[in-house]
């Protein structure tokens, strides 16, 4: 017992202390420990309601509040047959019905706290903010059970405070349906589903994974690259210190949220790029440059189709990016022997070469092996530089039929890369050389210098690259 928190699981429970001692990071999983509820104090001025004609005070002050005190002991009394979520505490061995005992007090006491501070604060400036603290530092004091137990007494406290709002605020109409919509929201919540959504992790790589597939080499873009980098949308609105609980309480955007927002965000900066402008403006020895960062970024868009796992809603900015992107490939396309014509006509003495940028066959496989992972490039996937050049240096002397020789020592790869390295290799063959890949013994051979395929036959190779 660590405070009010106690570990219910003995392995974590000695994980926890080792690691203590050892000074190292603790960390404990909700499935393993269960906080036990807490007392909220009530307002100052808070008195408990009595019945003036005859004199019973609260919960016997009125019928509501007498039926209420009779539902929440008939509750406890059945708890933890209560319902299902409850009813699974019976096989544990840690589940201790003592330990919950004053739940019930406590539930009557919160629920006359709260209706006196709902009433209390309503005329204030800041009312709701006031309100919205005070009932989660009371949801907060019912502690929690470990996942997937539920919590104790925190839904009838709900349930009657919500009821409190609807019929005991008539003359706030706006005020009560603005704290009916907050109160709901907690009520309706899917826990797991929120953790999930709103998963810091998930959402940085979900955002990292939009940045990286933005045009913001090309003009009208630049400028905007820094904010959108360093203004990450992940708050769904300004940390704020709860004054009862004197805790920070920063609430992050669901997944969907995000997305929805990248969506957005990618139609706002897509428009700010005018390419008939820049060519108005006499910008035309930049075309080939707008052309290598197209041809990258739809590179890029393929890759990432290939080895991400795009939620649909994400798709959509991904269809977008693509389509956009190929419209100005086009674009340039058409315009630039236009532009080289004009060029031509207006200087007929000038003999102008027309160059343009060849892709050599290191740049075609270090430009895939850069966009196998979103922020790790090529050492996604290889340990060393030394390792990737030497494996780099012998896929060009294979497709550009030079000699080469196998190294001595198999290159150690990361773990957990073996498919994505696969589809890489697959993707760079396609694009490198036109014969059939499965009757390339030769290609497939190579790769054993590979540890994630040196134990492998050339047919089990092939289907690892083409999987």
Not at 202 to 230: A, G, I, V
Request: proline content about 3%; overall charge neutral; some cysteine.
């Amino acid at each position: 017992m660590i405070g009010n928190c106690r570990i219910v699981n003995p392995e974590a429970a000695l994980k926890f202390v080792t690691e203590m001692y050892a000074c190292k990071s603790i960390t404990l999983h909700s499935k393993d420990f269960e906080l036990g509820f807490t007392d909220i104090q009530p307002d100052k001025e808070y008195e408990k309601p009595q019945n003036k004609k005859t004199g019973f005070v609260y919960p016997n002050c009125c019928d509501y509040h007498t039926r209420m005190f009779e539902a929440i002991t008939k509750w406890f009394d059945s708890f933890p047959n209560c319902c299902d979520t409850h009813k699974k505490l019976l096989s544990q061995k840690w589940f201790n019905k003592k330990q919950y005992y004053g739940v019930e007090s406590k539930l009557l006491n919160q629920i006359s706290y709260s209706e006196y501070h709902i009433l209390n604060k309503i005329n204030k400036e800041d009312w709701f903010e006031d309100i919205e603290e005070y009932i989660e530092a009371n949801i907060l004091s019912f502690g929690q059970l470990p996942e997937g137990f539920g919590v104790v007494g925190l839904d009838l406290y709900l349930f009657y405070v919500e009821n409190f709002i609807e019929h005991g605020l008539n003359d706030y109409s706006e005020k009560k349906d603005k704290l009916l919509i907050f109160i709901r929201e907690i009520n309706n919540e899917n826990p797991k589903k929120k953790r999930e959504e709103s998963d810091l992790n998930k959402l940085k790589h979900t955002y990292n994974r939009w940045l990286k597939l933005m045009p913001f080499s090309l003009p009208y873009l630049k400028e905007k690259e820094k904010e959108y980098r360093e203004s990450i949308p992940l708050l769904n609105a300004k940390p704020r210190i709860n004054r009862y609980t004197n805790l920070v309480s920063v609430s992050l955007v669901s997944q969907s949220k995000l997305i929805s927002l990248l969506n957005i965000e990618t139609q706002k900066l897509i428009q700010l790029f005018n390419a008939s402008e820049l060519i108005s403006a006499g910008i035309s020895n930049e075309i080939n440059s707008y052309q290598i960062e197209i041809e990258n970024r739809l590179l890029q868009i393929g890759v990432s189709k290939l080895t991400e796992a795009f939620d649909n809603e994400e798709l959509k900015y991904v269809e977008v990016l693509n389509k956009w992107y190929k419209l100005h490939r086009k674009y340039f396309s058409k315009i630039k022997p236009l532009i080289s014509s004009q060029e031509s006509s207006a200087s007929p003495n000038f003999d102008k070469k027309e160059k343009t940028p060849k892709r050599t066959t290191q740049s075609v496989i270090e430009e895939y092996f850069e966009v196998i992972h979103n922020s790790q490039g090529w050492r996604y996937a290889f340990r060393s530089k030394d390792d990737y050049r030497i494996f780099v240096d012998l896929l060009v002397c294979f497709f550009e039929q030079k000699e080469y020789t196998t190294p001595a020592n198999i290159i150690r790869l990361n773990t957990q890369t073996k498919t994505k390295v696969g589809n890489t290799l697959h993707v760079i063959y396609k694009e490198l050389s036109e014969a059939p890949l499965k009757s390339n013994i030769q290609f497939l051979s190579l790769l054993k210098c590979l540890s994630h395929f040196s134990n492998l036959t050339e047919n089990e190779i092939y289907k690892v690259l083409t999987k």
